[in-house]
T-cell receptor, first 111, second 108 residues
Framework: SAVISQKPSRDICQRGTSLTIQCQVDSQVTMMFWYRQQPGQSLTLIAT?????????ESGFVIDKFPISRPNLTFSTLTVSNMSPEDSSIYLCSVQKETQYFGPGTRLLVL | QKEVEQNSGPLSVPEGAIASLNCTYSDRGSQSFFWYRQYSGKSPELIMFIYSNGDKEDGRFTAQLNKASQYVSLLIRDSQPSDSATYLC????????FGKGTTLSVSS
């Protein structure tokens, strides 16, 4: 299994600002992923965070809006840039070991 | 066509009954299938995964896979009020692709 922590757990931000979310895993993992879960919706994959190379983004998500870092095999960050109220969501970090595990999520409200 | 489709529900069953949750997927090349449970305000937790056609049982849960029909289901026997949650079907590419989830309500 994997124990995943995320910081912050929640935040309220003003539109136009940026927020960086941190994800820490208790063991080295090759695959890390970032998901978004908008209110009342399921999980949508934003990108796969690759160690040592640029993240791989899904259709509809771009690096300028959601820059991702993956400096090592236990850590990743997701930045939500130039936020608008439509970015209000839960952002979830996930890792692949025997199967895919999820962090507790970061609840973001943009005013 | 969405990659993974589920009825959003709500699916309501009485305590002790069998709850049947269904999921279809579009990519015939999909190899791995997962069921996650998500309580309100919590992150998803894995219930079961299945790779091969047929049934896989784990306690009160049975996952069924039919690759020819591109169909996967989850049966919950002896449903309990604590089973009330949203159940997410997911298909594996490199990462998991999720359906919208089915909300299950078990009444006591």
């Amino acid at each position: 299994s994997a124990v995943i922590s995320q910081k912050p757990s929640r935040d309220i931000c003003q539109r136009g600002t940026s927020l960086t979310i941190q994800c820490q895993v208790d063991s080295q993992v090759t695959m890390m992923f970032w998901y978004r879960q908008q209110p009342g919706q399921s999980l949508t994959l934003i990108a796969t965070a690759n160690q040592g190379s640029e993240a791989t983004y899904e259709s509809g998500f771009v690096i300028d809006k959601f820059p991702i870092s993956r400096p090592n095999l236990t850590f990743s960050t997701l930045t939500v840039s130039n936020m608008s109220p439509e970015d209000s969501s839960i952002y979830l970090c996930s890792v692949q070991k025997e199967t895919q595990y999820f962090g507790p999520g970061t609840r973001l409200l943009v005013l | 066509q969405k990659e993974v489709e589920q009825n959003s529900g709500p699916l309501s069953v009485p305590e002790g009954a069998i709850a049947s949750l269904n999921c279809t997927y579009s990519d015939r090349g999909s190899q791995s299938f997962f069921w996650y449970r998500q309580y309100s305000g919590k992150s998803p937790e894995l219930i079961m995964f299945i790779y091969s056609n047929g049934d896989k049982e784990d306690g009160r849960f049975t996952a069924q896979l039919n690759k020819a029909s591109q169909y996967v289901s989850l049966l919950i026997r002896d449903s309990q009020p604590s089973d009330s949650a949203t159940y997410l079907c997911a298909v594996s590419r490199t990462a998991l692709i999720f359906g919208k989830g089915t909300t299950l309500s078990v009444s006591s």
